[in-house]
């Protein structure tokens, strides 16, 4: 095939893959759970005739709290996984260097489930050995499927999860800001969220590449059944 051939095809070929990554995980997580959680109390203490002023303390300390436990396991998931990383490139260098015939044969392993023959992965094998970083770098993608994470990673992290949990904790508990009665202020919260959610759900299908609809549906069926059922709590409670 010749190489305007290959261009060709090339340009009309467009593959469309979730790009966005784990920044938009973290967002998703945040303002998931800063959507439901603070609309959940909110709608149980008005079920419960909370004055607006108690409904709004309680949701802006719930949302405080909500933000420094998510961010802080957000931190501690990436730090996790860094750590695993460093654990398991740590345990692959010892290998490398006490035994490097065996790390040599596990690389042609690796290189003939990809269609190559000795002739063809011998060279690569070769150069490998003699360039040990290649090397480590090669067993710690190929043979553990392992990306380098980045270092900033665990705070960039529990920075972004708690960011997004405070913009969708603060949707439910917009209302109360300006409405006296929390039984009024509810109804308002109740369709301020539903349609954030729907809104919030749709573009997690759009991004996550599910179907869009779906996911605004499901997103906003989650939050509703959280907060009717707090709602409910607090009204069987009270009587």
Same mark, same amino acid.
């Not at 990383?85 to 490139?89: K, L, S």
């Given at each position: 095939m010749d190489e305007k051939r290959q261009q060709l095809l @090339?340009?009309?070929h467009k593959e469309k893959h979730f790009m966005a990554g784990e920044v938009v995980r973290d967002v998703i997580m945040g303002v998931s759970d800063g959507l439901t959680v603070p609309f959940a109390l909110a709608a149980g203490l008005s079920g419960a005739q909370a004055p607006s002023s108690l409904v709004l303390t309680a949701g802006l300390a719930e949302v405080a709290a909500g933000a420094i436990s998510m961010g802080?396991?957000?931190?501690l998931a990436a730090k996790s996984e860094a750590d695993h990383?460093?654990?398991?490139?740590k345990r692959e260098q010892e290998e490398i260097i006490n035994v490097p015939d065996t790390e040599a044969a596990e690389c042609a392993e690796i290189l003939s489930e990809y269609g190559l023959g000795p002739t063809e992965y011998g060279p690569v094998v070769s150069a @490998?050995?003699?360039?040990?970083q290649a090397w480590l770098d090669f067993m710690m993608k190929f043979e553990l499927g392992l990306e380098k994470p980045d270092p900033k990673r665990a705070l960039y992290s529990a920075m972004t999860?708690?960011?997004?949990?405070?913009?969708?904790?603060?949707?439910?508990?917009?209302?109360y800001m300006f409405i006296k009665e929390a039984h009024k202020a509810m109804f308002t919260s109740v369709g301020v969220t539903l349609l954030a959610l729907l809104f919030f759900g749709f573009v997690k299908g759009q991004l996550t590449g599910n179907r869009p609809l779906l996911s605004a549906i499901q997103t906003t069926f989650i939050g509703a059944l959280a907060s009717a059922a707090a709602y409910a709590i607090a009204k069987a409670v009270q009587t």
């Open positions: @090339l340009n009309q802080l396991g957000g931190y990383y460093m654990r398991e490139m @490998l050995r003699k360039n040990p999860i708690a960011l997004s949990y405070v913009i969708g904790g603060m949707v439910p508990l917009f209302p």
